[in-house]
């Protein structure tokens, strides 16, 4: 089992709430593996959440890490990242990929299905693991009128099956472009495509049901 690095995205519908990034790296013969039923995968992410202030990110990094630990297992600060404009406490966590029969076990997983010759990508959030990571967070985060964290969910999905393969997407920026009619991206062998879903999708993710569509691809 390879152990996929990631970058991603969620979203939680409370407001107030500050800003945070899951951006994955997502392999195709691991999606596929999963989907088959014939191995289990982790995801390695980097989650960045917006800090208060860029004198504060240090400061708020190690509490910020035990609550992220509370919907992620583990948490590890790697440091403050951004811009001028904005300042993000980045930390590096576990995320599942998981099969449709399984249940995810930390705040946000990726599930692998087969339908017909597709392969079919979804994100699915747990709602119980978000409310540990909002019960967990600082208190002068909460002071402050952040009472949640609002995850926007990316992917950079690369192929590494050997051969070439047909993407579809829907709904999504897709490179940066906003693609909301079906898109088909013909990728070669370790060729890597960048993924956001909409703001739509990311309110769609749900442990309820199967989560939000991200992708599909075939499978010869």
Partial sequence: MRHVSTIGLLAVLAIPSCKAFVTA?????????????????TASAVVAVEAISKETCNEES????????????????????????????????QLPIIS??????????????ISD?????NVVRSEAYMAAISAAL??????????QIE???RARVNNDL??????????????????????TANMNHRDQLAIRISDVGNASVSSEAMGASMFRFAVE
């Fill in 25 to 41: 790296d997502l392999f195709t013969a691991d999606l596929t593996q999963v989907a088959l039923s014939l191995s289990s995968a």
């Fill in 62 to 93: 190690s509490a910020l890490a035990t609550a992220l630990m509370a919907g992620f297992g583990s948490a590890e600060f790697i440091g403050c990242g951004g811009s001028d404009l904005e300042t993000f406490s980045e930390f590096r966590v």
């Fill in 117 to 121: 010759r597709f392969v079919q990508v």
């Fill in 151 to 153: 995850m926007i969910i």
């Fill in 100 to 113: 449709a029969d399984q249940k995810p076990d930390a705040a946000i997983a990726f599930v692998s299905s």
């Fill in 138 to 147: 600082p208190e002068d985060m909460k002071l402050g009128g952040f009472d």
């Fill in 162 to 183: 050997g051969k070439a393969i047909s993407l579809e997407v829907k709904d999504a920026f897709v490179d940066g472009k906003p693609r909301q009619a079906l898109f």
